[in-house]
């Protein structure tokens, strides 16, 4: 929990991953033997890391920790963003000019 307090997302992501993955997450004499509030706050931070919502969880914190001034962001979700988009882009034929093409006109434009 100390990671969250900190707002440095992306060693809280290793750590939560680390102790999902199959060969810690199999043990579960181990498991059984956290309780109560160690487990709570377990539970609370694989929270934060559900794919629903297009992890809506996480980014909600996110803009928290945006408000305070300071964060570590987990980089992986940010990065696997910009190569969906990317993607879409390119499956959609869209290209980034096209977005913003010279003949705009608008107060924004400049004389």
């Known amino acids: 929990d100390k990671l969250r307090q900190q707002n440095n997302y992306s060693s809280l992501r290793a750590v939560i991953a680390g102790l999902q993955s199959n060969p810690i997450y199999r043990?579960?004499?181990?498991?059984?033997?956290?309780?109560g509030q160690s487990r709570k706050t377990f539970n609370h931070l694989v929270e934060i890391w559900k794919h629903s919502n297009n992890y809506e969880n996480y980014q909600t914190l996110l803009e928290k920790g945006l408000q305070r001034g300071f964060f570590i962001p987990f980089l992986g979700l940010f990065f696997n963003q910009v190569l969906m988009t990317s993607l879409i882009f390119k499956e959609l034929k869209i290209n980034e000019l096209d977005l913003y093409p010279e003949e705009l006109e608008g107060p924004w434009r400049s004389s």
């Open 27 to 35: 043990l579960e004499k181990t498991w059984k033997m956290i309780k």
